[in-house]
């Protein structure tokens, strides 16, 4: 099975938008919308991001908690840059 969908992040629980040093926004749950019946690979795109200018972009994104029903995202930074927002797009198979 395949599945797949996108998820924009930057609203509630954001934190990423100021600060140094390594921070990290880990997602809600988000669901599939059929259950795999083993845990799936999830494979993650970045496709959008709104960030600051006056420092390096650094940016990191993986799965993690990765369940047949659902899995996060986690969006990591680090040093002086800021981040406001990212669209990540996914696609789930087994």
Wanted: glycine share 8%; net charge negative; with cysteine.
């Amino acid at each position: 099975m395949i599945q797949s969908g996108g998820v924009f992040l930057g609203t509630a629980d954001w934190n990423l938008a100021s600060g140094t040093g390594t921070r990290e926004f880990r997602s809600p749950d988000i669901q599939f919308q059929s259950r795999f019946s083993a845990q799936p690979t999830v494979v993650l795109a970045l496709c959008g991001l709104d960030c600051g200018h006056w420092a390096n972009l650094r940016v990191d994104v993986c799965p993690e908690n990765v369940q047949p029903e659902e899995f996060n995202i986690v969006v990591k930074t680090w040093n002086g840059t800021a981040i406001f927002s990212a669209v990540v797009n996914w696609i789930a198979y087994d």
